[in-house]
């Protein structure tokens, strides 16, 4: 998706799921500290969309392997690996959820 593309959403909204539309608030980089399974390790994800009317953060799995990353899911959880198959984050599922493992919080 192009820059445009990105503005022009943000302009109109994201539509959810179940086909509510919600506004973006801001558009930013979020940085966490990952739990990749062995260590600790900083993570950025590069233009987030900030919405403030959701309880709950979000992250879209094409997104994540429009970055170039492979998204393995199982009944336990998901794994995010690389090109070199290094494992750069884990998600463990809680409910009908699954959770970034990180050092500090879970996030969505």
Do not use: W
């Not at 336990?76 to 493992?101: E, M, P, T, V, W």
Request: aromatic residues 2%; positive net charge; glycine residues 4%.
């Amino acid at each position: 998706m192009c820059n445009q593309d990105i503005l022009k959403q943000i302009q109109n909204g994201i539509k959810l799921a179940n086909e509510a539309m919600v506004q973006v608030t801001t558009k930013e980089n979020v940085n966490i500290i990952a739990d990749n399974g062995e260590k600790s390790i900083p993570y950025t994800f590069t233009n987030i969309l900030h919405i403030s009317s959701l309880h709950t953060n979000l992250l879209s799995v094409t997104k994540i392997v429009d970055k170039d990353l492979d998204v393995i899911l199982n009944k336990n959880g998901a794994l995010i690996k690389d090109n070199s198959r290094n494992i750069k984050l884990i998600a463990d599922r809680k409910g009908d959820l699954l959770y970034l493992r990180k050092r500090n919080k879970n996030v969505i």
